[in-house]
């Protein structure tokens, strides 16, 4: 009897896991959670920018944009500092920087470089009031300018070593573009040098800031906004890449650019 119990109890555990299988094979299978992309930004013209205390400007926009273009990556924002971006992503706390110049920094590391995505321009400024700005933007580096700490810029080849900066010109350094611009309306130096997308979005706020300022005819730089990856971004370059092109292929991302520099010729 305790043998026929036995053999009855072995049915049932067989016939139970057979069923289990069964469910499991007849599940169907789960795609793979999305691979996450850590994209860093930090404040620089309208490429990332804050807005009654929300993260605005192209680099949001197009991070959805990705998103919705495939589900097999989600790009995430991780903010950084124009400082600290650069150690950043070379120890993996970023995949990728989403709109940097290859001019910049980049070519003292191991990095690569996205297809050009847009194009930007940092501008010379002057007070109206200044009364020979020809003269004054002829010769910038002869005069005092207001610049941000960690940018690069036309004028100094691109180094953006503070104390380069201050040793080789008469730089006084700010923190970000608005202080740049409230310095220069407050008579603290001269010249200043924003890019032509944070001019934009301060006229956009502020029409009257057009009588108060003379912009040179001449731009400090003009360059190509790529992507900087490391090889061990979550992504590889030539996957970025085909995304990238079927971003820019609508015409929207050129157009959304274009929206965020009205105002600002070129």
Same mark, same amino acid.
């Given at each position: 009897? &305790?043998?026929?119990?036995?053999?009855?109890?072995?049915?049932?555990?067989?016939?139970?896991?057979?069923?289990?299988? @069964?469910?499991?094979?007849?599940?169907?299978?789960?795609?793979?959670?999305?691979?996450?992309?850590?994209?860093? +930004?930090?404040? %620089?013209?309208?490429?990332?920018?804050?807005?009654?205390?929300?993260?605005?400007?192209?680099?949001?926009?197009?991070?959805?944009?990705?998103?919705?273009?495939?589900?097999?990556?989600?790009?995430?924002? *991780?903010?950084?500092?124009?400082?600290?971006?650069?150690?950043?992503?070379?120890?993996?706390? @970023?995949?990728?920087?989403?709109?940097?110049?290859?001019?910049?920094?980049?070519?003292?590391?191991?990095?690569?470089?996205?297809?050009?995505?847009?194009?930007?321009?940092?501008?010379?400024?002057?007070?109206?009031?200044? &009364?020979?700005?020809?003269?004054?933007? *002829?010769?910038?580096?002869?005069?005092?300018?207001?610049?941000?700490?960690?940018?690069?810029? #036309?004028?100094?080849?691109?180094?953006?070593?503070?104390?380069?900066?201050? $040793?080789?010109?008469?730089?006084?350094?700010?923190?970000?573009?608005?202080?740049?611009?409230?310095?220069?309306?407050?008579?603290?130096?001269?010249?200043?040098?924003?890019?032509? #997308?944070?001019?934009?979005?301060?006229?956009?706020?502020?029409?009257?800031?057009?009588?108060?300022?003379?912009? #040179?005819?001449?731009?400090?730089?003009? %360059?190509? @906004?790529?992507?900087?990856?490391? &090889?061990?971004? +979550?992504?590889?370059?030539?996957?970025?890449? *085909?995304?990238?092109?079927?971003?820019?292929?609508?015409?929207?991302? $050129? $157009?959304?650019?274009?929206?965020?520099?009205?105002?600002?010729? #070129?």
């Amino acid at each position: 009897m &305790r043998k026929h119990h036995s053999h009855h109890h072995a049915v049932r555990a067989v016939l139970a896991l057979g069923a289990f299988l @069964l469910w499991v094979w007849a599940v169907p299978a789960k795609a793979g959670d999305p691979v996450t992309v850590k994209v860093g +930004a930090y404040e %620089y013209g309208v490429v990332y920018y804050f807005e009654d205390g929300s993260p605005r400007g192209i680099v949001p926009m197009l991070i959805d944009r990705l998103n919705g273009l495939q589900d097999t990556y989600r790009f995430e924002l *991780a903010e950084t500092s124009s400082r600290r971006r650069y150690q950043a992503l070379m120890n993996g706390e @970023l995949d990728l920087i989403l709109l940097e110049s290859a001019k910049w920094d980049w070519p003292a590391f191991d990095v690569l470089y996205s297809d050009p995505i847009v194009r930007e321009k940092d501008i010379y400024l002057t007070l109206a009031s200044q &009364r020979d700005a020809k003269s004054l933007f *002829a010769d910038v580096s002869a005069h005092p300018m207001l610049c941000v700490l960690g940018f690069h810029y #036309g004028f100094a080849d691109f180094n953006a070593d503070p104390d380069y900066l201050r $040793e080789n010109f008469n730089v006084e350094l700010r923190y970000n573009e608005s202080e740049v611009l409230n310095g220069l309306l407050a008579g603290e130096a001269p010249i200043g040098i924003v890019s032509a #997308g944070f001019l934009a979005r301060r006229f956009a706020s502020d029409p009257r800031l057009h009588e108060r300022l003379i912009i #040179g005819d001449k731009p400090d730089a003009t %360059y190509d @906004l790529v992507s900087v990856l490391t &090889r061990e971004s +979550a992504i590889p370059l030539d996957e970025f890449n *085909a995304l990238v092109a079927r971003l820019l292929a609508g015409g929207d991302v $050129e $157009e959304l650019w274009r929206q965020l520099h009205a105002g600002v010729s #070129g």
